[in-house]
């Protein structure tokens, strides 16, 4: 790793774990909720983490344009920006359910390069850079081996978008071994990289959703692309991630129904 990745990363982790700390410090305690839209909830506590964040990564990084959930309007015209999701998972927060993270990836001219999430209830943290590989606390991580989709857990979205999501709900618990929603996307698609997970389909995302995650599974030999088979667009809002061996499979599922 060139030591100017390797600084970038450093970075990336320092912001993760500090924004980490307040999450878990504020977790199941009083915080100040609204929302920014229909069952779009925000807390005081997702603002406190960005700002957190920003002030680390800006000030060790001031050539690197920063881009959060929070206070971000509009995307970045730099070609290498921070992609922050400073609470991902604030549904779950607000309820105290302990599935939540914090999502740091660094893209350069739309590709993620470098992914740091970190989850504070378990004390778990995944990096990638390109190149490098894959790591959970250290330790590398690669993607499950199963080649069986009737052998396969999965993640996706419990929602009716797009309208043919329901069937492909029904169609998953039917062909795998169990169906899960987790909640915190960056976290759900992490659990591919770790062999947790065989597959994870999503709709609806944004860029800080998805841009650390990708990167993880990819060097952890996961295979992302978009539902419909095309290659992985940070901005399209939906992502297929599997262990690579389950892809095709999953790839056909998916588009056998509209």
Known sequence: MTERALRRLNSAKKAAKAAGAIIKNRFGTDFEVEY???KDPVTDVDRLCEDTIKSILTSEHPDIAFWGEETGNARPSADTTWIVDPLDGTKNFV???????????????????LGVVYDPVREEMFHAVEGEGAFLNERPITVSENNKMSDALVVTTLSNYPPHQGQLILMACEYCQGVRRGGASALDICQVAAGRLDAVWEWFLKPWDVAAGAIIVQEAQGTVTQPDGSPFDLYQGCLLATNTNLHADFHRMLNSVQ
């Open 95 to 113: 309820h105290g359910y302990p599935f939540v993270a914090v999502s740091i990836a660094l893209v350069e001219r739309d590709v993620p390069r």
């Open 36 to 38: 920014k839209g229909f």
